[in-house]
């Protein structure tokens, strides 16, 4: 039995391997995924890798320059913000936030979204028409705007973001998985799923997510980086999370003021921002083309 | 054999309506039906093999799937032993499906590419609560799998490790796990290999002396037909307009359509004495029927009244009928051409 066995995992796994080494072969989005993982990292142990604490206000280092330049000092590497706050520090910090509230955001979205598109691609009538209706109008609101209209309305707080950006997001997962669906409700595996008996829930989960996952978490990841942005622009305009937690967006508003003499106060969380985003943009680009052959030609 | 039929079709009418996008119905377009299935009856009695033929989209396959209510009837009647099919609850319905199965025609669509061998043949235990656990599951199916020619180690194995054929017995095997008493077999040798396709019809045959199965085997190959049906019923365009005992029908077909098929099987004797009667143009389109005889745009005896009336089924033999307004004065159309 233990041959039998060993087979079919090596067979199960095989598809998921050589999608990976695809994936691999891809320089530029291999070394994305990097990139991005080490912004994880770096958000998990912050603690231990940030030189200062990034609450600590010392106003004798007010808006100090960063480190290779003149007035620079090592103990500040990428200097500090109005308040003698180290800039390095809060950026390290700034990427829990960021990658918190984008992982939360996409893990709520994709869940509501998968449930409410296989609901409305396999029992269609008039569950897929007010789901469908639902998604249009949505739609049809400008993102951020909403997002900013709920926040006015609920109040900021990092529970009160993720679900501003939910509200709006599930609809994109909600689109694909539908879509997806649609085509595969007509499948005859899931025909013969009927013949057999079995119940539209057993259908939906058993038969056919397993069969859409994989454009579903393509899509994911690359929104996840739409999600950081709007993150960063609500902290931006003060509706994100309320100062002094550390997040990118409010630090580069934090920096507006003194932009033309103190340039770093704002450049350094914009630029942690533009890589993250780059990087994870560009890793599931990578992703999508490995897993997904549709998009490969 | 028909002393005892297990299940009795009586006037089912199968419609699709399509219904036009939202500015076809404010300019005013109504919406279109087809009748995919038109007012079919007959029976299959215990334990016989009823063969269901015709070209491809005249309705067999729905057919097929509306006795099993994969496609819900639109009107009709189905009744499986003592039970209307058509009027069970959705519970009720549900512990039906038990007894009344299907095999597919592609081996490659019909199984789960995401789920093993073992999942896929023993869902209709899990679904029925036929099991004891997994390990009396993985048993069951295990046995299931070397009724049907496989090897029970293969249980762990995904479908794209299998090939067409042995893909078919995964089917087959999840159709019969269940111990179910008829079968619906749609063209289930057709996407195969001629040499598998012997394979297949030969477990077919076994397993149904094995489990007393009653089969309602539909093809578009008159040799396969031929070879394992007890009767055959002809269809066109969404009726069945000739049926019978296999020898009845093939030896001596009535139907002009039927005399049609069955002198398109190609012979190898090099007798030459298959006279072809070619059919004139396509199968119309079922959006838009022909009126009278629906097979009258097609038949080469056709004349005003086919244009006009929808022949009656009569009794031209034993237990052997035929719709066709010419069947009284005519000659065998086969005959008719060879002078």
Known sequence: MSVIETNATVAAESLFRRNMAAFMENRLAFGSAIVVVLFVFMAIFAPWIAPNDPYNTNLFFRLQPPVWMDGGEWAYPLGADALGRCILSRIIYGARVSIFIGAAVILVATTVGILAGLAAGYLRGWVDVVISRLVDILLGFPYLIFAIGLMAMMGPGLGNIILALAYKEWVIPCRVVRGETLVTRELEYVEAARALGASSKHIMLREILPNILSPVIVVATIRMAHVIILEASLSFLGLGVQPPTASWGAMVADGRAFILESWWVSTFPGVAILLLVLAINVASQGLRDAFDPRFTE | ?339
């Open chain 2, 1 to 339: 054999m028909t002393t005892d039929p297990l299940l009795k079709v009586t006037n089912l009418t199968k419609t699709y309506t399509g219904s036009p996008s939202m500015v076809a119905r404010l300019l005013g377009r109504k919406p279109v039906h087809v009748r995919a299935v038109s007012d079919v009856s007959f029976s299959v009695g215990r334990g016989e093999i009823l063969g269901l033929i015709g070209e491809s989209g005249c309705g067999k396959s729905t057919l097929g799937r509306a006795i099993l209510r994969l496609h819900e009837p639109s009107s009709g009647r189905v009744e499986f032993g003592d039970a209307d099919v058509t009027a069970l609850s959705p519970p009720e319905m549900k512990a039906m499906r038990r007894r009344m199965q299907i095999i597919f025609q592609d081996p490659y669509a019909s199984l789960n590419p995401r789920r093993t061998v073992g999942d896929i043949v023993g869902l209709p235990l899990q679904l029925h609560g036929l099991e004891n656990g997994r390990e009396d599951m993985r048993e069951k199916v295990a046995m299931m799998l070397d009724k049907v020619g496989l090897k029970a180690g293969q249980i762990d194995r995904y479908p794209h490790q299998f090939s067409g054929g042995q893909r078919q017995r995964i089917g087959i095997a999840r159709a019969l796990i269940s111990n179910p008493e008829f079968i619906v077999c749609d063209e289930p040798v057709s996407a195969l290999d001629v040499s598998i396709q012997a394979q297949i019809i030969q477990l077919l045959l076994e397993l149904k002396r094995e489990f007393q199965l009653t089969y309602l085997f539909i093809s578009h190959d008159i040799s396969v037909i031929g070879y394992l049906s007890d009767r055959v019923a002809v269809m066109y365009l969404g009726e069945i307009v000739e049926m019978g005992p296999v020898e009845s029908v093939l030896a001596t077909p009535r139907h002009p359509y039927t005399q049609s098929l069955m002198s398109a099987v190609p012979e190898v004797d090099g007798t030459g004495k298959g006279q072809r009667v070619r059919l004139k143009g396509d199968l119309p389109s079922p959006l838009d029927p022909p009126s009278g005889c629906k097979f009258h745009t097609r038949c080469p005896l056709a004349i005003d009244i086919c244009r006009q009336r929808k022949p009656v089924t009569e009794t031209v033999g034993k237990g052997h009928s035929a719709a066709c307004h010419r069947l009284a004065e005519r000659l065998s159309l086969l005959e008719g051409a060879a002078q």
